[in-house]
């Protein structure tokens, strides 16, 4: 078809884009669209179709499948929850005076001279200076809390690895995790290589279990506006009766009621450091050593000291994963600036990087010397893939002729050529392009020509009104949401055939 042309793609893209401007100016973007009457009006996106976990899968094709697209969905609505708990402990005030954060303004004394017709003098005049590192001191929260999850996961790993290993447990009952840990477990997955290493020694049954992305799906919010992630009371209550970690990483360091240890301890944290522009930081002689008999801590505040030891100590895989989570943000940031998860296409999108994945596996095959690198929808499939070790394992060394591992070390200098390596055996193999625009606009139009090719329809016109009307619709959608407007616009897309 004449849209299929890069060309006129290309154009139709300019025009969406100005269109897009022209909605963002507006002072109301509701009034292109009815509103809701109530907030069970408000339109449903993502599109709960996007999680078919209910579709069996035979005995066979669970053990060595692609990834699904409900379990790339999540994976985009777990990234879209890591992002909100980054976003909220950094910008967090309640962690400021619980880290001892604080503005330490200092007054000084300065001449100033001041002049009386022919006469002058000098005068002392308080003027009181701001702190400069108050803002420095704020970004030292994050990296505790990535210590801290990292001790948690360790923790969790270890009694998970105790649990299952006993015959009476059933092996398909792992219940999520808190995010944190989720967190760290999903960096840690994305290092497939570093991951197999502890298969025969610590982590002998993570290794074989999946992902657990439907009940995952089940723990996010989606459709608020910061992806919360609150687990079932279940979850939390097994959580705790097998750790006695706090289910709540983040909500236990903000609660009021913590004893005077533990809060005396952490409010050494962000105290301005001397010698430093910047905090002193927590450190490993800070933690007390507290006996068990001590009735002025709870059972979860012993253990969140033990966290503390491990997390500060110098053990080298605590710093390991911290740095794996540190690098998987880039990966996020990414995803919310495509935010496929809320765009009309979001299905075409993520079925047609499942297709492009399993292409780009080929290719390691067929040049097993190249270094490939893949797209961020391919991409996207591929981490989502990795996340479920045993079925990465056995699908990879099938349709790629060997186990691949995901090095996400590797810098612009040695990723740029190998990209464009890449692209040109792509388009030789497959002969497609390896390269496209992945934003709404395309993706929208892309999976107009799908469907509409698949019915018979030749309009052109026809074709791109519908696929621009979709994608102002969901723009004015997630827009309205972005500001917090509880009822969101309702618009009849069918409307467009009349």
């Given at each position: 078809?004449?849209?299929?042309?890069?060309?006129?793609?290309?154009?139709?893209?300019?025009?969406?884009?100005?269109?897009?401007?022209?909605?963002?100016?507006?002072?109301?973007?509701?009034?292109?669209?009815?509103?809701?009457?109530?907030?069970?009006?408000?339109?449903?996106?993502?599109?709960?179709?996007?999680?078919?976990?209910?579709?069996?899968?035979?005995?066979?094709?669970?053990?060595?499948?692609?990834?699904?697209?409900?379990?790339?969905?999540?994976?985009?609505?777990?990234?879209?929850?890591?992002?909100?708990?980054?976003?909220?402990?950094?910008?967090?005030?309640?962690?400021?005076?619980?880290?001892?954060?604080?503005?330490?303004?200092?007054?000084?004394?300065?001449?100033?001279?001041?002049?009386?017709?022919?006469?002058?003098?000098?005068?002392?005049?308080?003027?009181?200076?701001?702190?400069?590192?108050?803002?420095?001191?704020?970004?030292?929260?994050?990296?505790?809390?990535?210590?801290?999850?990292?001790?948690?996961?360790?923790?969790?790993?270890?009694?998970?690895?105790?649990?299952?290993?006993?015959?009476?447990?059933?092996?398909?009952?792992?219940?999520?995790?808190?995010?944190?840990?989720?967190?760290?477990?999903?960096?840690?997955?994305?290092?497939?290589?570093?991951?197999?290493?502890?298969?025969?020694?610590?982590?002998?049954?993570?290794?074989?279990?999946?992902?657990?992305?439907?009940?995952?799906?089940?723990?996010?919010?989606?459709?608020?506006?910061?992806?919360?992630?609150?687990?079932?009371?279940?979850?939390?209550?097994?959580?705790?009766?097998?750790?006695?970690?706090?289910?709540?990483?983040?909500?236990?360091?903000?609660?009021?009621?913590?004893?005077?240890?533990?809060?005396?301890?952490?409010?050494?944290?962000?105290?301005?450091?001397?010698?430093?522009?910047?905090?002193?930081?927590?450190?490993?002689?800070?933690?007390?050593?507290?006996?068990?008999?001590?009735?002025?801590?709870?059972?979860?505040?012993?253990?969140?000291?033990?966290?503390?030891?491990?997390?500060?100590?110098?053990?080298?895989?605590?710093?390991?994963?911290?740095?794996?989570?540190?690098?998987?943000?880039?990966?996020?940031?990414?995803?919310?600036?495509?935010?496929?998860?809320?765009?009309?296409?979001?299905?075409?999108?993520?079925?047609?990087?499942?297709?492009?994945?399993?292409?780009?596996?080929?290719?390691?095959?067929?040049?097993?010397?190249?270094?490939?690198?893949?797209?961020?929808?391919i991409d996207l499939v591929w981490h989502t893939h990795q996340c479920s070790p045993t079925q990465y394992s056995l699908v990879t060394t099938e349709i790629a002729g060997r186990f691949i591992d995901h090095n996400d070390r590797l810098g612009t200098v040695a990723l740029n050529p190998a990209f464009e390596d890449t692209k040109a055996l792509y388009r030789i193999r497959f002969a497609e392009e390896y390269q496209t625009c992945l934003c709404w606009d395309c993706e929208a139009l892309r999976s107009a020509i799908v469907t509409e090719d698949d019915n018979g329809q030749k309009d052109v016109a026809s074709i791109a009104?519908?696929?621009?009307?979709?994608?102002?619709?969901?723009?004015?959608?997630?827009?309205?949401?972005?500001?917090?407007?509880?009822?969101?616009?309702?618009?009849?897309?069918?409307?467009?055939?009349?």
């Open positions: 078809m004449a849209l299929s042309i890069d060309y006129n793609q290309t154009r139709l893209h300019q025009c969406s884009k100005q269109a897009f401007g022209r909605q963002l100016a507006q002072s109301d973007l509701q009034r292109t669209f009815k509103q809701a009457l109530s907030s069970s009006d408000n339109p449903t996106i993502p599109d709960p179709s996007l999680f078919g976990f209910h579709i069996e899968i035979s005995e066979k094709d669970g053990q060595n499948k692609l990834p699904t697209l409900a379990e790339c969905a999540t994976h985009l609505e777990l990234l879209q929850a890591f992002r909100h708990i980054r976003t909220q402990i950094q910008s967090s005030t309640r962690l400021d005076d619980v880290f001892g954060i604080k503005p330490e303004t200092r007054t000084v004394y300065r001449k100033r001279r001041v002049y009386q017709g022919y006469r002058s003098s000098w005068v002392r005049e308080e003027v009181k200076l701001g702190d400069n590192t108050f803002e420095k001191r704020r970004e030292v929260k994050w990296p505790l809390y990535l210590k801290l999850a990292a001790a948690r996961f360790l923790s969790w790993a270890a009694v998970v690895e105790e649990v299952f290993s006993q015959p009476s447990t059933p092996t398909h009952s792992l219940r999520v995790p808190p995010i944190d840990i989720l967190m760290v477990w999903h960096a840690f997955l994305l290092n497939p290589k570093w991951f197999r290493s502890f298969k025969q020694t610590k982590f002998k049954y993570l290794s074989t279990v999946p992902f657990p992305w439907n009940q995952i799906h089940a723990a996010i919010n989606s459709d608020s506006r910061n992806w919360l992630f609150e687990l079932s009371k279940e979850d939390q209550a097994w959580f705790q009766e097998k750790t006695g970690l706090h289910p709540d990483l983040l909500g236990f360091l903000i609660k009021a009621n913590k004893s005077l240890v533990v809060s005396n301890c952490l409010a050494i944290h962000g105290i301005k450091s001397r010698h430093l522009n910047g905090s002193r930081g927590l450190r490993l002689g800070d933690i007390p050593e507290v006996s068990i008999g001590d009735n002025s801590l709870e059972a979860a505040e012993f253990k969140f000291l033990d966290s503390c030891r491990l997390a500060l100590g110098s053990d080298d895989t605590v710093k390991s994963l911290v740095e794996a989570v540190e690098r998987q943000s880039a990966f996020a940031d990414k995803m919310e600036k495509q935010l496929w998860i809320r765009s009309p296409a979001a299905a075409g999108t993520l079925s047609r990087g499942i297709i492009r994945y399993e292409r780009f596996l080929k290719l390691f095959k067929l040049y097993p010397k190249k270094m490939l690198v893949p797209t961020l929808d009104h519908k696929a621009n009307s979709k994608v102002a619709y969901y723009r004015a959608v997630e827009m309205a949401r972005q500001r917090g407007y509880e009822l969101l616009p309702v618009y009849n897309l069918l409307e467009d055939d009349e």
